[in-house]
């Protein structure tokens, strides 16, 4: 068998020096597995509420939130025959703006939210036919995009190189900075009363009659809890961690990512920028070029022919940018479920809740996810753009061998596009 797909489930980033008896509390309202952005936007939300909550978190070094670009993109993300999907995208772009303002109040901390937009581009005839279609697709959604031919998308973003074909300007695809929003939601969570606690890795949910009675972690402790959020991103369906018959199809898919350091002065895009190979998404002082798209299992190294194609895509679109110093190569593994959607909702056993599988989109459908998980853990239902995202719509709980044999093929042949 492969090396990487046999790699421990969770490698620890850090640990703290206390023993888990002494930091884990016996007993809160929720727990939660995870403590990346889904987990921490949950958190945060039914802390917020006024519930006691522990979020734990195992420190995954090759988590997908850390190495994110921090896009919004309902419009340019937009896939045929997936209008569930895009019906809560489009849902989760509404609520962000008030998602922003609330955890700037409770956190203190300003996330670099930039509503500047996203651009997507073409160069040369086949890409230009490729965007036509997405265009189209996007209207037939009621996606509100305009086309561009080569003068105004030049126009927009004038650092681009002149062989940029035409474009699609999508003025509600947002972006928010990775690097601040996390910090900003761990604050949140704590300023509001919950319980973080870092390092520690769950083994399992415990179970009392059929039902939810805590969390279970690999040193041995138990918080107790009636209410159990897996949130654990590529790791949701690790093995032991969910009880008998509970399966959640979610692996994990590798996206290696560039950041760039921009100096002060230098002209550079105004808003995000997508081709058919990458994004560049600017940031205060850098630029984040992502991402490839891989099979690889647990196998997060960064590669020569990773940065090769992120490199190669970039000077297509953007001159001069190669004498910009390299801050990092990272790499990230995305929580993937087998039809690329969230699985949000209840699991059959009674207090076990989800909330993985976000693929590419976690940043633009955390409010989302934070507002559907806590209606149904406050109220008993998840709200009506959530519904179809429940681990129900698979055969079983689970998946196929064949679906996720077709599913491995499709992203083999993606190679290294965004």
């Not at 998602?99 to 230009?128: C, K, P, W």
């Not at 179970?207 to 159990?228: D, F, K, M, N, Q």
């Not at 998840?382 to 992203?411: K, M, N, Y």
Request: charge should be neutral; proline fraction near 6%.
């Amino acid at each position: 068998m492969d090396r990487a797909t046999t790699r421990p489930p969770c490698d620890l980033r850090k640990q703290s020096g206390l023993g888990e008896a002494g930091k884990l509390p016996r007993s809160v309202d929720a727990a939660i597995a995870g403590g990346g952005l889904i987990g921490l936007a949950v958190g945060w939300r039914l802390a917020a509420r006024g519930l006691k909550v522990a979020i734990l978190d195992c420190g995954a070094a090759n988590a997908a939130s850390p190495m994110a670009s921090g896009m919004l993109a309902a419009a340019a993300e937009i896939e045929p025959c997936a209008a569930d999907l895009f019906h809560l995208a489009i849902e989760s772009q509404r609520l962000w703006p008030g998602f922003r303002t609330a955890l700037e109040a409770a956190s203190g901390s300003a996330i670099d939210y930039r509503d500047h937009g996203t651009m997507v581009v073409a160069i040369g005839r086949d890409e230009v036919d490729r965007l036509r279609f997405r265009f189209d697709l996007q209207r037939r959604a009621g996606a509100e995009t305009q086309w561009l031919d080569a003068a105004d998308a030049r126009a927009l973003e004038p650092t681009l190189r002149p062989s940029i074909s035409a474009g699609i300007l999508c003025p509600h695809d947002h972006q928010v900075e990775p690097r601040r929003l996390l910090p900003a939601l761990r604050q949140a969570f704590t300023n509001a009363g919950g319980v973080l606690i870092d390092g520690c890795t769950v083994s399992g949910v415990e179970l009392a009659g059929g039902r939810v009675c805590g969390l279970r972690t690999s040193g041995g402790g138990i918080v107790s809890a009636p209410i159990a959020i897996i949130a654990a991103g590529a790791w949701s369906g690790t093995p032991g961690l969910l009880p008998p018959g509970v399966g959640v199809p979610v692996r994990p898919l590798k996206g290696q990512s560039l950041s760039l350091w921009v100096p002060r002065g230098m002209e550079c895009p105004s808003r995000v920028v997508w081709t058919d190979q990458v994004h560049i998404a600017p940031k205060a002082d850098r630029l984040v070029v992502g991402a490839t798209v891989e099979e690889a299992g647990f196998d997060a190294s960064r590669t020569a022919g990773g940065l090769y194609a992120l490199l190669e895509a970039t000077r297509r679109i953007l001159p001069g940018f190669e004498e910009l110093r390299i801050e990092a190569l990272q790499a990230g593994l995305r929580p993937t479920s087998v039809d690329d959607a969230p699985i949000i909702g209840t699991t059959g056993v009674s207090g076990l809740v989800l909330g993985t599988g976000h693929h590419r989109n976690g940043y633009l459908l955390a409010p989302v996810t934070a507002a559907a998980i806590e209606a149904l853990v406050t109220r008993g239902a998840v709200p009506p753009a959530a519904e179809p995202f429940g681990l129900a719509r698979f055969a079983g709980g689970g998946s196929t061998a064949h679906e996720r044999q077709i599913h491995a093929d499709h992203h083999q042949r993606a190679g290294a596009r965004v």
